[in-house]
Nanobody, 125 residues
Framework: QLQLVESGGGLVQPGGSLRLSCAAS????????IGWFRQAPGKEREGVSC????????IYADSVKGRFTISRDNAKSTVYLQMNSLKPEDTAVYYC??????????????????WGQGTQVTVSS
């Protein structure tokens, strides 16, 4: 069974950092582009970042550019989202998703095939 499991969320003060992880089980991530999305209460799901299967290409939403970094370790079937300089508006449930495509599928959620259950990130003092 194909599964994605997010971890690393939590409560952090404004200006702080968190690193989210997305681990795959039941399949290898080698041939999948991975995206991170988030959804805050009452808001639509928002694409945050994505990375191609080879790590050669990345995309970031304007709202997180310069603060978030996506990376992957295919040997560990894990993708990371390093989040620095966190702001209260970053508060949301964060999801990772996989798309079996060449290159990067972008930040449109409907281009992704498999989704994790999400991890809560709360930025508050």
């Amino acid at each position: 069974q194909l599964q994605l499991v997010e971890s690393g969320g939590g409560l952090v003060q404004p200006g702080g950092s968190l690193r989210l992880s997305c681990a795959a089980s039941g399949f290898t991530l080698d041939y999948y582009a991975i995206g991170w999305f988030r959804q805050a209460p009452g808001k639509e799901r928002e694409g945050v970042s994505c990375i191609s299967s080879s790590s050669g290409s990345t995309i970031y939403a304007d709202s997180v550019k310069g603060r978030f970094t996506i990376s992957r370790d295919n040997a560990k079937s894990t993708v990371y989202l390093q989040m620095n300089s966190l702001k209260p508006e970053d508060t949301a449930v964060y999801y990772c998703a996989a798309a079996r495509v060449a290159g990067v599928p972008g930040l449109r959620w409907f281009r992704y095939d498999y989704w994790g259950q999400g991890t809560q990130v709360t930025v508050s003092s």
